[in-house]
Structures are given as C-alpha cells and as structure tokens.
C-alpha cells in the first residue's frame, strides 16, 4: 500500500476494557478510524464502547469498527491487520487480573506473552512492520517485588505472578522486535489507573461499588484481603493520553507512567467512606482487622483471607520523569479527585440499579 500520512487508522485490542474505550474515545475525537477487536461472547461485551457505535440501539458503526479475533488466534489477527491496513496498534487485551491469574496461569501466558508476539508476527506477516507504530501495555507489576522505590524505566524486573511473567516476556519480545527489525515499538509501563469504568473485581472499583451499596443499605460489610498494599494509582483518562503520545514521538521507546504518589489499599478505604460522610476507625490486626463507623461502632470492613496473593506486591511508587520531560506528559486528577468520580458514578448506578 503506498505511504500516506494523512492515513490514520487505529487498531485497539482488547476496545472493550477499560482503557480501550476511553482511548477509542480519544482517537475518535482526534479524527481518526477506529477498529477493535472484540471477543465473542455468549452476551454483548460492548457497554462500556456501546456510546461510540452510530447508533447504539441498533449497534450500527460508524467511525468505530469492530472485528470478532482473539489474541490466541493467529489467524484473526492477520486477517484483520491485513483487511484494515492500521497505522497505529494498540495492543491493550489482556487477561489483566492479577489475583486471577494464579488460577488461569497457563491462559494468562498465551494471552499476555503470546498473544503479542503473534500480533507482533501479524504485523511483519501482512508487510507493514516499517510503517505501523506499536504500542504494548506493559505494567509496573513487572517490578514486583521491586529493587527500589520509586521505579523508573532503569529499575529491574521482580515478577511477582503468572501474570506479571507472562507480561514480562512481552516486554523483552516488543523490544526485540524494535532492535530485530526496526519497529516502532513502544511499551508504556503504566501504574494503576481506575476510574468509574474500572472491572468491578479490581479493588479500588470494589471499594467504591460497595461503600456505594452500604450507604443505600444495599449491603452490611465490605470484604478486602491485603489492607497495606500501597500503589501509584491514576485516573485511566489521563493514561490513554500516554499512549498515544509514545507513539507520536520521532523514535520509539519505553516509558513509565505514573502519578508519583503512593497510597495504601487503607487510605483509599478511608476516603470513600469520608465521601459519604464515614469515618473508619481500624482495630485489630492481621486477618483480625476490622474497619468500623468511628459514630455507630458497626463494622464496615472486614478481611478474607481469600483476597490474599500467593505472592504479593507490596509498594509501587512510579517515576516518570522520562515521560514528562520527553514529552510532557503529566497527570491531571489527584488521588483524591478519582476517589470522587468512582463514587459519584457509584451511587449513581446503584441507587439506579441495586442489581448492577
Ligand atoms: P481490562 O481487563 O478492562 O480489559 C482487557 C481487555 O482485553 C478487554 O477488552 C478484554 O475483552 C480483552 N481480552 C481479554 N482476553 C482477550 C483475548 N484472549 N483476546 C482478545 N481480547 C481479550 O483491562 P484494562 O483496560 O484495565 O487494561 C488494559 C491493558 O493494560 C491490559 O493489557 C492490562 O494488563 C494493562 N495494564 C492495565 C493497568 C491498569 O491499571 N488498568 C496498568 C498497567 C497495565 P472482554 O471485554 O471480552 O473481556
Ligand atoms: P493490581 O490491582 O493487582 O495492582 O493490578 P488490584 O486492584 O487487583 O489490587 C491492588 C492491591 O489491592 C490488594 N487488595 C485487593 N485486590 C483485589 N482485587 N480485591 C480485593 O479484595 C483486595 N484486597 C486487597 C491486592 O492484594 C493488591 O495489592 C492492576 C491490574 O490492572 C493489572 O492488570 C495492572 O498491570 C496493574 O494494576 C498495574
């Protein structure tokens, strides 16, 4: 196909998560085409892209085009990479839970290791590895049990699951793709980012759907596992933004993406209760802890000990100063800011729909 770079035709995998639905959002507003592709399912996966269709009541596209593949499935992704002739890819699909992945271990490593290079070999498969920008989905999970705090592109790799490894051959296999064969490959090592669009059984979109029901009298008690784990968390808004800047720089390069504050599984507890006018006051240690209503004394929050990792990560702190003084990026939303929109859009949906 002959060069032309007013051609801007984006491929998003794994358009229905989060991330990829607000980056769809994102390039749709920048002008360009946008594919996805979806999996099948026994029921619609789309709710969170289902406003991007032309027309949503009916699923009819219009700028917005989506494609049945599977990252397991070579062939899928050939046929779409060849049919559609992208510029930029996205590669966002993963089986992204942590926790999860210690029981689908061996799935993880075919999505999220192998899943790429296959769609790293689609690409050069279908001619376009000269002119296709890549972006990849790395993850501050690959420092793991990290070396020092806070982590910069410099800091070394300590997986901590089966799905912080499988992501870690990903990273080696985008980087040697860029050095074998002169990609323009790109990995974005972002920290946790949430937001109102969260999956419900990651903790941050746990806590505010749950304070959400206790407050409407949906539910009496809010399940965590490790209470002392502290992360680097973002709004995925802001995130998105990242990821298509890496690849509107001249070179390609791996960057990691953070806000540079750290917080505990504790603190973000504390604040959403604070949204709806609760204070938590914790006793007990261990699996004894309770949190309970500074005013009334009911507990609130208690542990299970089924929310603990085999192996866990204890502190994620990023740096990403390369980003920032490459090319400016920088969050826009305080820690406190996305407290706010999760709950909000919680009790929103609750008091709406008790069941959702
Ligand atoms: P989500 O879990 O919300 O979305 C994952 C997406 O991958 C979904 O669209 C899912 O489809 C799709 N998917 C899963 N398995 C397959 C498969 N076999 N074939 C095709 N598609 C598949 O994740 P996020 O949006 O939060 O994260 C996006 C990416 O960024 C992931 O790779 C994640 O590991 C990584 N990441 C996320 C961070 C975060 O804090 N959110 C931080 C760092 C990295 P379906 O809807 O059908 O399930
Ligand atoms: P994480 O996100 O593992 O960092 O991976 P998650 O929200 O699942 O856990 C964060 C921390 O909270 C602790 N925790 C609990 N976690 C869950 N899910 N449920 C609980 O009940 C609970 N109680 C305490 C966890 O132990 C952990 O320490 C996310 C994913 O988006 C990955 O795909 C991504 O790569 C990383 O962020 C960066």
């Excluded at 899943?115 to 296709?132: H, M, Q, Y």
């Amino acid at each position: 196909m002959a060069t032309d770079d007013s051609r801007r035709v984006a491929l998003i995998t794994g358009i229905t998560g989060q991330d990829g639905s607000y980056l769809a959002e994102f390039l749709l507003e920048k002008g360009y085409h946008v594919h996805g592709i979806i999996r099948r399912a026994s029921s619609f996966n789309t709710a969170r892209i289902q406003h991007l269709y032309e027309d949503p009541k009916c699923h009819r596209q219009g700028k917005m085009k989506l494609h049945y593949g599977d990252m397991t499935d070579s062939s899928s992704l050939i046929k779409v990479i060849s049919a559609i002739q992208p510029t930029e890819i996205y590669n966002l699909a993963a089986q992204s839970h942590v926790m999860v992945s210690f029981e689908v271990s061996e799935y993880t490593a075919e999505v999220d290791a192998v899943g790429t290079v296959r769609l790293l070999d689609a690409i050069r498969t279908c001619g376009l590895e000269k002119s296709v920008k890549f972006y990849h989905a790395s993850t501050s999970e690959l420092y793991g049990k990290a070396k020092e705090v806070p982590q910069n592109e410099k800091t070394p790799f300590y997986p901590r699951s089966p799905y912080a490894c499988a992501k870690l051959y990903s990273f080696w296999i985008v980087v040697n793709y860029r050095e074998a064969y002169n990609m323009f490959a790109c990995n974005g090592i972002l920290f946790n980012h949430e937001s109102p669009r969260r999956g419900e059984n990651f903790v941050t979109r746990k806590v505010t759907r749950s304070i959400a029901k206790i407050h409407l009298g949906l539910q009496d008690v809010l399940e965590l596992g490790n209470l002392d784990a502290k992360r680097d968390w973002g709004h995925a808004k802001d995130y998105v933004e990242a990821m298509w800047l890496m690849l509107q720089q001249t070179q390609p390069d791996d960057y990691v993406i953070a806000t540079g504050e750290t917080h505990t599984v504790k603190e973000f507890v504390e604040i959403a209760f604070q949204y709806v006018g609760r204070t938590i006051k914790w006793q007990g240690e261990g699996v004894n802890e309770t949190g309970q209503d500074a005013q009334t004394g009911q507990t609130l929050v208690r542990i299970n000990r089924k929310f603990f990792r085999p192996t866990e990560v204890d502190v994620l702190l990023g740096d990403s100063s390369k980003a920032r003084n490459k090319f400016g990026w920088k969050p826009t939303v305080t820690f406190k800011e996305l407290v706010k929109d999760m709950m909000d859009s919680d009790l929103e949906l609750m008091s709406k729909n008790p069941n959702a």
